[in-house]
């Protein structure tokens, strides 16, 4: 039965990969599937499709969904009352023609907005001044996406929708994943910084629509969009509060976007403002919480007693053990995340972390870092990812090619992050 639920996964992969189904939908079927195969009646109070799976599982990381709703409501802010544009350029100003410093300008601020959503929205955020702003003084469009990227990728660990999306998949406190994550930043920050400082050293031709800034940028009071320098502290908000003072993610988020309106909007505008990017948030959120309802549908299922029974021998035999074999083995499958592999934790992965946690393979804290290693090279080098997509369209290269600049880095940021989980959780 174990293999009949592993052939079910690798068919599972091949329809994601080939885009026959959308991913949510994969996942579902897949989920369903296993289920029946592990045992599981049609309907039921206990251990049955129609309860356990689709009806706890699609309710499973709500509370992930929830943190997604909050964290895209406040992007929304941060692209509406210019907030994220205006950091941009007064990054990009003060770095003047030195692409390194207009590169490392850019990178801050993506770090700030990876820290707050994630995916293509955070992206846009940062990237769509900050993109043609780097290529205009010298640096390679590649690079400029990926510089962009590795931002985002470096907000990953103090992402706190990420903390509860990893909390909810793996049934691990948020307090072990906000402690793993803050050990992990520092590893991700030099590697980024590695990354930015290497390849900007390597100059050519500038993007066809790229315009050079002006020497002399017109004041601050005539430029639309500029929002109040006091404003632009708030994707820091929700950080200082849910890092510092340990407040829970949502008041931490609800507190950004309260922030975000009082500082840039009238108050007999406030109501208008927060109901239209509350609308448009929908929008943007409305994607990754389909995928995460059909995450906790197929968790649900890998978590059957049927499931884990089957699934827990072959898993284990496979699995490597002793801190070495754990670091080279996995550090060797890290292109298993990208193209929709079964080490991505935004869709199969989350099911083969739930079954290495289920089982008793490894330690949950070993799992969740395993996965956040994983989730780095995910986020900035897999070429099928929308910010990954995006930003390469943007600076006008295949996503291909960024994926080339930056897999050396991620690569080596996931086996920093596989032996810190050895060192701290195998040892």
Same mark, same amino acid.
């Given at each position: 039965?174990?293999?009949? +639920?592993?052939?079910?996964?690798?068919?599972?992969?091949?329809?994601?990969?080939?885009?026959?189904?959308?991913?949510?939908?994969?996942?579902?079927?897949?989920?369903?599937?296993?289920?029946?195969?592990?045992?599981?009646?049609?309907?039921?109070?206990?251990?049955?499709?129609?309860?356990?799976?689709?009806?706890?599982?699609?309710?499973?990381?709500?509370?992930?969904? +929830?943190?997604?709703?909050?964290?895209?409501?406040?992007?929304?802010?941060?692209?509406?009352?210019?907030?994220?544009?205006?950091?941009?350029?007064? +990054?990009?100003?003060?770095?003047?023609?030195?692409?390194?410093?207009?590169?490392?300008?850019?990178?801050?601020?993506?770090?700030?907005?990876?820290?707050?959503?994630?995916?293509?929205?955070?992206?846009?955020?940062?990237?769509? /001044?900050?993109?043609?702003?780097?290529?205009?003084?010298?640096?390679?469009?590649?690079?400029?996406?990926?510089?962009?990227?590795?931002? +985002?990728?470096?907000?990953?660990?103090?992402?706190?929708?990420?903390?509860?999306? %990893?909390?909810?998949?793996?049934?691990?406190?948020?307090?072990?994943?906000?402690?793993?994550?803050?050990?992990?930043?520092?590893?991700?920050?030099?590697?980024?910084?590695?990354?930015?400082?290497?390849?900007?050293?390597?100059?050519?031709?500038?993007?066809?629509?790229?315009?050079?800034?002006?020497?002399?940028?017109?004041?601050?009071?005539?430029?639309?969009?500029?929002?109040?320098?006091?404003?632009?502290?708030?994707?820091?908000?929700?950080?200082?509060?849910?890092?510092?003072?340990?407040?829970?993610?949502?008041?931490?988020?609800?507190?950004?976007?309260?922030?975000?309106?009082?500082?840039?909007?009238?108050?007999?505008?406030?109501?208008?403002?927060?109901?239209?990017?509350?609308?448009?948030?929908?929008?943007?959120?409305?994607?990754?919480?389909?995928?995460?309802?059909?995450?906790?549908?197929?968790?649900?299922?890998?978590?059957?007693?049927?499931?884990?029974?089957?699934?827990?021998?072959?898993?284990?035999?496979?699995?490597?053990?002793?801190?070495?074999?754990?670091?080279?083995?996995?550090?060797?499958?890290?292109?298993?995340?990208?193209?929709?592999?079964?080490?991505?934790?935004?869709?199969?992965?989350?099911?083969?972390?739930?079954?290495?946690?289920?089982?008793?393979?490894?330690?949950?804290?070993?799992?969740?870092?395993?996965?956040?290693?994983?989730? =780095? /090279?995910?986020?900035?080098?897999?070429?099928?990812?929308? =910010?990954?997509?995006?930003?390469?369209?943007?600076?006008?290269?295949?996503?291909?090619?960024?994926?080339?600049?930056?897999?050396?880095?991620?690569? %080596?940021?996931?086996?920093?992050?596989?032996?810190?989980?050895?060192?701290?959780? %195998?040892?």
């Amino acid at each position: 039965m174990g293999y009949a +639920i592993l052939a079910v996964m690798a068919v599972g992969v091949v329809l994601m990969l080939t885009r026959v189904l959308p991913t949510a939908f994969a996942l579902g079927l897949m989920a369903v599937v296993i289920a029946l195969l592990a045992g599981a009646t049609v309907l039921g109070d206990k251990n049955s499709v129609g309860t356990t799976v689709l009806q706890t599982g699609s309710t499973l990381l709500a509370a992930t969904m +929830i943190a997604v709703l909050l964290g895209s409501w406040l992007g929304t802010l941060m692209e509406d009352t210019g907030i994220a544009s205006t950091l941009v350029r007064k +990054i990009v100003e003060f770095g003047g023609e030195r692409p390194a410093v207009v590169a490392l300008g850019v990178y801050s601020v993506a770090v700030l907005c990876g820290s707050i959503t994630g995916s293509a929205p955070a992206a846009m955020l940062a990237g769509v /001044v900050g993109i043609p702003a780097m290529i205009a003084v010298g640096v390679r469009p590649v690079v400029a996406g990926g510089t962009v990227l590795m931002g +985002i990728a470096t907000g990953l660990p103090l992402d706190l929708i990420g903390w509860q999306f %990893l909390s909810d998949a793996i049934k691990i406190p948020i307090e072990q994943v906000r402690s793993f994550q803050l050990t992990l930043f520092p590893i991700v920050l030099v590697g980024s910084l590695l990354y930015i400082l290497v390849e900007t050293r390597r100059h050519g031709a500038r993007h066809a629509w790229a315009v050079r800034l002006d020497a002399k940028p017109p004041s601050a009071r005539v430029r639309r969009g500029d929002a109040p320098w006091y404003a632009l502290a708030a994707p820091l908000v929700p950080i200082v509060l849910a890092l510092g003072l340990h407040v829970p993610i949502v008041p931490s988020l609800l507190a950004g976007v309260v922030y975000a309106l009082v500082t840039t909007t009238r108050p007999g505008k406030l109501g208008e403002r927060a109901l239209r990017s509350l609308y448009r948030a929908f929008d943007v959120a409305a994607p990754p919480i389909v995928l995460f309802v059909a995450i906790g549908v197929l968790l649900s299922a890998v978590r059957l007693p049927g499931a884990v029974s089957a699934l827990t021998p072959i898993v284990s035999a496979l699995s490597p053990s002793g801190t070495v074999l754990f670091v080279l083995v996995f550090a060797a499958l890290v292109p298993l995340c990208l193209y929709r592999g079964p080490f991505n934790v935004y869709g199969l992965g989350a099911g083969v972390a739930g079954v290495l946690v289920s089982g008793g393979i490894y330690p949950s804290t070993a799992v969740l870092g395993l996965m956040a290693s994983y989730g =780095q /090279v995910l986020g900035v080098s897999d070429p099928t990812s929308t =910010q990954t997509v995006w930003s390469a369209q943007y600076a006008g290269v295949r996503p291909e090619r960024v994926m080339a600049s930056t897999l050396p880095y991620t690569w %080596l940021i996931a086996i920093g992050g596989l032996v810190l989980t050895a060192a701290l959780h %195998l040892t």
